[in-house]
């Protein structure tokens, strides 16, 4: 019985140090894509073109969207929608505007209230918010959400400290080797999805700061969103 159980023992320690080595080795791994995330993004300035596919859960409906986007750290971002309709979504970091043309108005607030932390592409003009804002792992291979890639790319699974109804769950696809986001995908507590596409990226970008302000024209109705 004795040596039974010495037996037994023995078999535990070395299923839990397998288990630890597996766990560092993963974790070692993850530290060291998130690197070379941090590296290609931190402070940087780029544009580039977008596909935007976004669907609500309950009433089963998928809406689409192209457009061209512009992101400069820290916290500046420039939406431009084309299709299905014009759109403008623009912050400088603080303060916020929504344009619809076709509506003749603005909806007008604050940054933070509106993209939280790191809601909404956000992360993109500020990488270390990745680290200090996100539970990080390895998205899993069987995760419905995970959408069908190319075999080179990879997905990290960030989960925001902070719960939040309208933003529950971020995967980042991306290159291992360039750090490149190829694709976002984000769910919110009702399993609503918006998936982002990027293409025709283009770093080093030379944009100024003003570039991430906007003119409301005359006559255009005016939303305040913390009303």
Known sequence: MKQLISVIGIIMIATMTLSNNVISAQQKSLDKALTVIETRYRKASFAADFYQESTLKAMDMTDTAIGHALFKWPGMMYW???????QFIITNGDDLWIYRPSDNQVMKGKSPDYFGRGKGGSFLT???????SFDISWANKDDPNVPKTKAAL???LLVPH???????KLYLIFHPKTGD???????NAYNDRTRIQFTNVKFNQSIKDNTFSFSIPDGTDVVHLEQ
């Not at 431009?80 to 014009?86: M, R």
């Not at 500020?126 to 200090?132: C, M, N, Q, T, V």
Request: aromatic share 6%; no cysteine; net charge positive.
């Open 126 to 132: 500020d990488i270390g918010l990745l680290r200090s």
């Open 154 to 156: 990879k997905v990290i």
């Open 162 to 168: 902070k719960k939040h109804p309208d933003f529950d």
């Open 181 to 187: 986001i190829k694709e976002i995908v984000t769910l």
């Open 80 to 86: 431009t929608y084309e299709k299905p309709e014009k």
